[in-house]
């Protein structure tokens, strides 16, 4: 007998595009009928949309698989693709980022203007010996500086590895250690939650073991006090902004390492993703042109991802800038000075497409729809998701009250690993249903499998799978082709196992069910979290959940749920006793009693991620009455200590 999810969530509502929306898209139906046809054709076609030095002889060469190499024998430079080019065609006034401090000092920039700072960071990087192949760290807060030193990187060829600037000292030495990293890129510090926080104390500790390091240049940002190594240390406002604002991009190889980044770490010790250069750029730009819809002459696009992420590299510096896009990028949090920042941030800038991810979604439902409703957020034309299953209420949620309830939604389903959104609806062809990501993009073949690797019928779930290399791969893990080997590529002959549960609904639709580590064995049946939570999200007291299962006599696992309240519920004493037994019974009736949860908790946080994953298995801890796993890549450990002291209490 093969193995296979239980498939319980029944969600029936369907949105199509706006008619105005469709009429005028970028991408209509008859791109998937072309890349069905001749799936290399196709991508070929999209590499057409940037500027090669070199044409390629081959689109992908496959003959050693997995190790994939696209538009062989190509050149480009992507610094080139992102700037030089859109100066060239007269396009160098507009502007590329409207920058917002956390503190309200702001900064527009063009895009004649970031090619200079992009110049003039070249020059320096070069001053300080980093030639093309060497590793350059960049631990940086959300500033444009950030962009700048990844493109500066880009355009001579070294190969960056940012670190997100919410890590600590030994993550931070743990990746620069692992790419041998030449040269750090950091800042005194950056403004979080109404005030500075230093980043250089890190990187000082972080570098004293570290003796790759042969430079570190400091961005000036909060004009903290900082202690300064005169062998090592260069400030950048000496040494970038007096260089030579004029810089050949030299071509590189299609294949030439591009950047490493290391997965967000929700299920074990982050992996070292290697992404190259020609076929990176090609899908990032591709995707952020399809599934965004974007017009550079009259929108403004705003991701509110950290650059620190996947999601901050493709669709903040890469995918943008290569299409020409005017974009709004923020420093700061979103309840900082007050919890209607974002809203401000939409309205004073005319955002048209918002990025975000649903932990922000959920986050807003919980502090009330009061306060978007305070904003104009009429400039607002289309909204996206990544990083999470969305929940159908915060899919639903997000479109009512950002989206005015006309907004399509493009749920985006994609990886470090992937490089670029994978699985996704097109904006004006798909009619979307809250909480799938619906459909592989053109180009891209994604399948669900049963544990024998037999692709599952509509209606059945399993196991994610990607059937053919696309352009965007991860080449490898920085240093381990065995790694990369075991973990992709090894669960199922010949194809990309990705991690993830889904299914398919009786049309063929995709929905994504979580990890498959977090998948939970209840009698004999899988279940996934996603649908559990999502079951709980849609009661109205609650605004957020997170699922585990935890060994039970009976049952083999039983359902343990952590709930978070909205704002306006009352949780004391037989209120929460009552709130706890309707949620029992809610779930039991939306999934099935198989779902029932065995113990509901009401929480006030969840333990995220950095990137603000759920990380379940500290919950599993908890509920199995473990010590808690490697908590580094936590948001906040306190939150830990929160949830487990109101587990031991039985609360
Ligand atoms: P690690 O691999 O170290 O555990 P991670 O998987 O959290 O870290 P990322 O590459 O940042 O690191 O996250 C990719 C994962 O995020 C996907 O495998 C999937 O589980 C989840 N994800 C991203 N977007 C979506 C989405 N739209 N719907 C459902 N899940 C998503
Ligand atoms: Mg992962």
Same mark, same amino acid.
């Given at each position: 007998m093969s193995e296979t999810l239980a498939n319980l969530l029944q969600e029936t509502r369907q949105f199509p595009p706006p008619a105005d929306l469709a009429s005028a898209a970028n991408v209509k139906a008859d791109a998937y009928d072309e890349a069905a046809e001749d799936r290399l054709a196709f991508w070929e076609r999209q590499a057409g949309r940037l500027d090669w030095a070199q044409q390629w002889d081959q689109v992908l060469d496959w003959t050693n698989p997995p190790f994939a190499k696209w538009f062989v024998g190509g050149k480009l430079n992507v610094a080139y693709n992102c700037l030089d080019r859109h100066v060239a065609a007269g396009n160098g006034d507009r502007v590329a980022i409207h920058w917002e401090g956390e503190p309200g000092d702001n900064r527009s920039i063009t895009y004649a203007e970031l090619l200079a700072l992009t110049s003039q960071a070249a020059n320096a990087l070069t001053d300080l010996g980093v030639t093309a192949g060497d590793r350059v760290a960049i631990y940086l807060p959300m500033i444009p500086e950030a962009a700048v030193a990844m493109l500066a990187c880009a355009r001579i060829g070294a190969t960056h590895s940012v670190v997100f600037g919410g890590f600590s000292a030994d993550a931070l030495t743990n990746r620069i250690q692992d790419a041998s990293a030449k040269v750090v890129i950091t800042a005194d510090g950056g403004f979080r939650r109404g005030k500075p926080s230093a980043l250089k104390p890190t990187v000082d500790e972080a570098v004293a073991k570290c003796p790759t390091i042969e430079h570190v240049l400091v961005v000036r940002r909060t004009g903290q006090e900082v202690a300064w190594d005169s062998e090592k240390d260069v400030w950048w406002h000496e040494a970038v902004e007096t260089a030579s604002a004029e810089h050949t991009a030299e071509a590189f190889d299609a294949e030439h390492p591009l950047f490493i980044l290391y997965t967000s770490g929700t299920t074990a010790k982050p992996k070292g993703i290697l992404h190259t250069t020609g076929g990176y750029l090609t899908q990032a730009a591709y995707t952020h042109h399809a599934v965004f819809d974007l017009k550079p002459e009259t929108d403004v696009y705003w991701c509110s991802a950290d650059i620190g992420w996947v999601t901050g590299h493709s669709y903040i510096v890469y995918g943008p800038l290569a299409n020409g896009a005017t974009q709004l990028m923020y420093e700061g949090t979103p309840d900082t000075p007050h919890k209607g920042r974002f809203w401000e941030l939409v309205q004073k800038h005319k955002v048209t497409i918002l990025y975000t991810a649903p932990t922000l979604i959920r986050t807003m439902m919980k502090w009330g729809d009061d306060i978007p409703k305070q904003y104009d957020l009429s400039s607002l034309r289309l909204l996206g998701s990544v990083g999470e299953p969305i929940n159908p209420e915060a899919w639903i949620w997000y479109r009512e009250?950002? =989206?005015? =309830? =006309?907004c399509p939604i493009v749920d985006t389903w994609w990886q470090t690993e992937t490089g670029a959104i994978m699985i996704s609806p097109l904006p004006g062809v798909t009619a979307t249903k809250p909480g799938s990501a619906m459909r592989p993009l053109p180009g891209i073949s994604a399948d669900v499998v049963d544990d024998q690797a037999q692709s599952v019928p509509d209606g059945g779930g399993g196991f994610l799978v990607l059937r053919e290399p696309w352009p965007s791969m991860l080449r490898t893990i920085w240093g381990d082709d065995q790694r990369f080997i075991d973990t992709y590529w090894s669960r199922f002959d010949g194809l990309y196992f990705a991690g993830d549960g889904a299914k398919k609904d009786d049309d063929g639709d995709l929905w994504l069910l979580g990890r498959v580590d977090d998948v939970m064995l209840v009698s004999g049946h899988n279940i996934s979290t996603t649908e559990v939570e999502s079951a709980l999200v849609s009661h109205p007291s609650v605004a957020e959940a997170a699922v585990v299962g935890a060994t039970d006599p009976t049952t083999g696992q039983a359902i343990v749920a952590f709930t978070i309240p909205r704002g306006s519920v009352d949780t004391e004493g037989d209120a929460g006793e009552a709130l706890i037994a309707e949620l029992r019974e809610h779930v039991s009736k939306t999934l099935g009693p198989i779902a029932k949860p065995r113990q509901i908790m009401l929480v006030p946080e969840l333990p995220k991620t950095r990137s603000g994953k759920i990380m379940r298995r500290l919950l599993r801890d908890v509920a199995e009455n473990r010590s808690l796993g490697d908590v580094t890549t936590l948001q906040d450990s306190a939150v830990m200590d929160l949830i487990s002291s109101g587990m031991s209490s039985g609360k």
């Open positions: 009250n950002i =989206g005015r =309830g =006309g």
